[in-house]
């Protein structure tokens, strides 16, 4: 069983619909990390997280660590936020496992 | 500043040869990483360099070895590629408590 899950494994939207994509965890962890990789290849990171929100812009990162469990929401959902997102959780040597990540797409 | 910078971005191999990927960061980061991605799977993490002169296992480490002489670079060899280590291969840089860089990714193809 993967330490790291992601649900959904594929997720497809309306342009301006709201998204939240979970993320569950059964390791300790000294953070939550949420990435973007976009069709290209890239990998960049959006949030880290140990404890409670985040916001950037359109996205919102929340973390309850008590119930190990995090989500990522967009607002307004766009198609250029068509990606994959990864949640990854973070312990010693600052050390990443992964979840599987979410594929979005928001169509116009 | 460049981040990090890996090459080659692609590259075939034939069984049984030998290749090195590099890893380069400007932002004088203490960790490194390498990991790979296959399809369906997440990022799995190859070996990992807490610091310069030193190396430790990951998750898959079998048919790989790495090397961190410099602190900006992080070196990684197949000495015997198989079709098994066909995968996209990012590294990643970081210092404690704070976010994760990677690279653009190679595309490795072992035929």
């Known amino acids: 069983k993967n330490e790291v899950e992601q649900s959904p494994q594929n997720l497809t939207a309306q342009e301006g619909e709201f998204i939240t994509i979970n993320c569950s965890y059964s390791?300790?962890?000294?953070?939550l990390h949420w990435l973007q990789q976009h069709p290209g290849g890239g990998i960049v990171s959006l949030f880290m997280?140990?404890?409670g929100k985040k916001k950037h812009g359109r996205l919102i990162a929340t973390i309850n660590i008590q119930e190990k469990h995090s989500s990522l929401h967009i607002t307004a959902s766009h198609p250029r936020d068509s990606a994959v997102y990864i949640c990854?959780?973070?312990?010693?040597?600052?050390?990443?496992?992964f979840g599987k990540g979410t594929k979005l797409t928001v169509n116009p | 500043n460049a981040g990090v910078t890996q090459t080659p971005k692609f590259r075939v191999l034939k069984t049984g040869q030998s290749m090195t990927l590099l890893c380069a960061q400007d932002?004088?980061?203490?960790?490194m990483y390498w990991y790979r991605q296959d399809p369906g799977m997440g990022l799995r993490l190859i070996h990992y360099?807490?610091?310069?002169?030193?190396?430790a296992k990951g998750e898959v480490p079998d048919g790989y070895n790495v090397s961190r002489l410099k602190k900006q670079n992080f070196l990684l060899g197949l000495e015997s590629a198989a079709p098994s280590q066909t995968s996209v291969y990012f590294c990643?840089?970081?210092?404690?408590?704070?976010?994760?860089?990677f690279g653009q990714g190679t595309r490795l193809t072992v035929v």
């Open positions: 997280l140990s404890s």
């Open positions: 932002m004088n980061h203490e960790y």
């Open positions: 390791v300790g962890i000294s953070a």
């Open positions: 360099s807490v610091g310069e002169g030193t190396t």
């Open positions: 990643a840089s970081s210092r404690t408590g704070a976010e994760a860089f």
């Open positions: 990854a959780a973070q312990g010693g040597s600052e050390k990443l496992v």
